[in-house]
């Protein structure tokens, strides 16, 4: 379903942007409609810029990411924009990643919104899914815990039903047994809507219980790991 | 060595009164690293901050921290500013506490000059011996804080708790952010260090490796001291378990329910509410049950007393 072919990605750091430091070095990766693919790596090792590589947030130097038979690299940027209907991110740190000048019900809304397919129903729908209350909705972000917010960001990225998501870290930020209930939630929403996930995680014994397979970043390579 | 009796950390806000830290008492042991467990928001760092009365003002603080004969909580300031860092030691949460513009070995050697008066250079030469036992390259020195990746910070921190060798040091969260293999050289360092340590955790794993006590903390209060060996093996009280269970090594399943607001918590058992074997004695407040050398503050244990005396 998803398939990226020899992706490069450097960053030039430093001042004067001098030093260049390589991420991913050919990276070859395919993740299969339905499965949970877990990728591990030390901090610092390219786990996020591969996530979002994927999803085309960042583009890379070379290389192809093919969805469902098109290669996104190719794609204009209203191309691409279609095609984020079926592919989310759900990212490390809820509380950076909604806007704080917004009730939770609009950021929720808002990937329904730009594409112009607004439904009231649909949010509240998605919302009693991920196990938010009704009058959370009309909450900002900052009256929410950490826990909570992690819902919200979780109903934004599943609200369009997508067939791919990259969860970045989902519960790295959060306390055990919150983790435990998250976890659960997107385990359950995945078997519903037949999702596929990139599961970003440092937790190896995380990554065994929840993944199909799993993947290890190290020094720009991806190998697989049973 | 230390012992907190009947503590109470108590806060006034606009909403109401919020007990961070309620009827808590544990006793720290020579040479033993003692884990404060429990979730974000359950008073473990009030707790720890209580301790070497760095609390801001609104904070209304009952009971008593003995330390070597002498009561924190009614020490002047004067004698406070001398027994941190020098007695009990400190070591920061965020990595983000350490200054941006001053070296990190002056920022490791400023203990050592403001309580023993000692010159820069001897400081210095002490510092390097902490670098050495950190692993930290001496020559790391004059580098300031940005030039240091998170895990290299969390030694620096270390190593300015340790550099005027207190002989209780506090550790709070020194884990967060860090990912595992991070974890594992930390494990070590604090394996090596020889003295007693308080470290404040929400990490399981972490604090199944390195302590010999553990303390389970739960909205303000102590439910639970055992030895790690028998905590992580056995857990006596409900949230205990409900803790461990949730790791996903021993099956992912979460507690149920929210932790209550530290505001209006509930009368009696804080947990009642979420716990599976609540009883109709859990509406009154829990006794302390001490079983061995394991204390346990929850009703199902009195009953069991109660029947094992009858019989």
């Known amino acids: 379903m998803l398939k990226g072919e020899k992706l490069k990605k450097t960053f030039k750091t430093g001042i004067?942007?001098?030093?260049?430091?390589?991420?991913?070095?050919?990276?070859?990766?395919?993740?299969?409609?339905?499965?949970t693919v877990a990728l591990?790596?030390?901090?610092?090792?390219g786990k996020t810029t591969l996530g979002r590589v994927l999803l085309m947030l960042i583009k890379p130097d070379s290389g192809r990411v093919i969805f469902e038979g098109t290669d996104l690299t190719k794609l204009k940027?209203?191309?691409?924009?279609?095609?984020?209907l079926k592919m989310q991110l759900i990212p490390q740190n809820p509380e950076d990643a909604l806007n704080p000048r917004w009730k939770v019900y609009d950021s929720i809304a808002e990937p329904l919104k730009i594409h112009g397919m607004?439904?009231?129903?649909?949010?509240?729908?998605?919302?009693?899914?991920?196990?938010l209350k009704r009058e959370q909705l009309s909450r900002y972000p900052w009256q929410l815990s950490g826990g909570e917010l992690q819902r919200v960001v979780i109903a934004r990225a599943l609200i369009v039903k997508p067939k791919f998501v990259v969860c970045d870290e989902p519960t790295s930020m959060l306390d055990l047994s919150t983790q435990a209930t998250i976890i659960r939630l997107l385990m359950k929403l995945q078997k519903e809507m037949n999702t596929s996930y990139l599961f970003i995680t440092h937790d190896f014994e995380l990554a065994e219980l929840i993944a199909d397979r799993i993947l290890e970043i190290n020094s720009g390579k991806v190998k697989s790991k049973n | 060595m230390l012992r907190v009796e009947n503590l109470k950390v108590h806060f006034k806000t606009e909403l109401g009164i919020v007990k961070a830290v309620d009827r808590v008492s544990f006793d720290l042991r020579e040479g033993e690293k003692f884990t404060l467990i429990g979730e974000s928001g359950s008073g473990k760092s009030v707790l720890a901050q209580a301790i070497l009365r760095l609390l801001p003002e609104?904070?209304?603080?009952a009971g008593k921290i003995i330390f070597k004969n002498r009561n924190i909580l009614e020490l002047s300031e004067r004698e406070m500013r001398k027994l941190?860092?020098?007695?009990?030691?400190?070591?920061?949460?965020s990595q983000n506490s350490l200054n941006p513009?001053?070296?990190?070995?002056f920022q490791c050697a400023e203990p050592l000059i403001e309580h023993f008066k000692v010159s820069k250079r001897r400081a210095f030469s002490r510092v390097f011996k902490i670098f050495k036992f950190l692993g930290i390259e001496s020559k790391k020195a004059k580098n300031y804080p940005h030039q240091f990746s998170g895990g290299m910070k969390q030694r620096v921190l270390v190593a300015m708790g340790l550099s005027a060798e207190p002989e209780l040091l506090i550790a709070d969260e020194p884990t967060k952010g860090l990912d595992a293999n991070k974890i594992g050289q930390i494990i070590k360092i604090f394996k090596k260090i020889?003295?007693?340590?308080?470290?404040?955790?929400?990490d399981l794993r972490f604090a199944d490796k390195l302590s010999d006590r553990v303390a389970v903390m739960y909205c303000g209060e102590v439910v639970e001291i055992s030895p790690a060996k028998d905590f992580f093996s056995s857990p006596l009280h409900p949230y205990s378990k409900g803790l461990l269970d949730s790791l996903p090594s021993r099956g992912l399943k979460p507690i149920k329910g929210f932790q209550p607001s530290m505001i209006d918590s509930p009368k009696g058992c804080k947990f009642r509410e979420r716990c599976e074997h609540s009883i109709e004695a859990c509406k009154k407040t829990p006794p302390v049950i001490t079983l061995n050398d394991r204390l346990v503050r929850c009703w199902l244990y009195a009953k069991r007393r109660e029947i094992e005396k009858n019989v």
């Open chain 1, 16 to 35: 004067l942007r001098s030093k260049t430091i390589s991420v991913l070095n050919d990276v070859d990766i395919e993740i299969r409609e339905g499965e």
């Open chain 1, 40 to 45: 591990i790596g030390e901090s610092g090792s």
């Open chain 1, 77 to 84: 940027r209203k191309e691409l924009k279609k095609l984020r």
């Open chain 1, 118 to 131: 607004y439904e009231h129903e649909r949010v509240v729908e998605i919302a009693k899914k991920v196990g």
């Open chain 2, 58 to 61: 609104n904070a209304i603080v």
């Open chain 2, 84 to 93: 941190r860092g020098k007695e009990i030691a400190w070591i920061p949460q």
């Open chain 2, 101 to 105: 513009v001053l070296s990190v070995g």
């Open chain 2, 194 to 202: 020889n003295k007693t340590m308080l470290i404040i955790t929400h």
